[in-house]
Nanobody, 116 residues
Framework: QVQVVESGGGLVQPGGSLRLSCVAS????????MNWYRQAPGKQREWAAS???????NYADSVKGRFTISRDNAKNTGYLQIINLKPEDTAVYYC??????????WGQGTQVTVSS
């Protein structure tokens, strides 16, 4: 059974930073592409960043320059580093894994709140 668990969210002041983690089990993590999505209150879930199994990254225009996605295959863990947080970054952040066979796995999300 595949499990995806996010952590690292919290309450942060504007301009602060966070590193979100995504730990996977029950899957060959190194073969999976990984995505981070976010869902702000009252809005649809939106894609923020992705990293392929080979380490190629891509970002939504709205987060370029402030978000950095990375992975440590030895630890079955992915990361999303966020700097210069803004109130509009307030959302639940979800990790999504895409297996080679196309199957997708979601975590339960981690809340990020940016407020002074």
């Amino acid at each position: 059974q595949v499990q995806v668990v996010e952590s690292g969210g919290g309450l942060v002041q504007p301009g602060g930073s966070l590193r979100l983690s995504c730990v996977a089990s029950g899957t060959t993590f190194r073969s999976n592409a990984m995505n981070w999505y976010r869902q702000a209150p009252g809005k649809q879930r939106e894609w923020a960043a992705s990293i392929t199994s080979d380490g190629y990254t891509n970002y939504a225009d709205s987060v370029k320059g402030r978000f950095t996605i990375s992975r440590d295959n030895a630890k079955n863990t992915g990361y999303l580093q966020i700097i210069n947080l803004k109130p509009e970054d307030t959302a639940v952040y979800y990790c999504n894994l895409r297996a080679v066979n196309g199957a997708r796995y979601w975590g339960q999300g981690t809340q990020v709140t940016v407020s002074s």
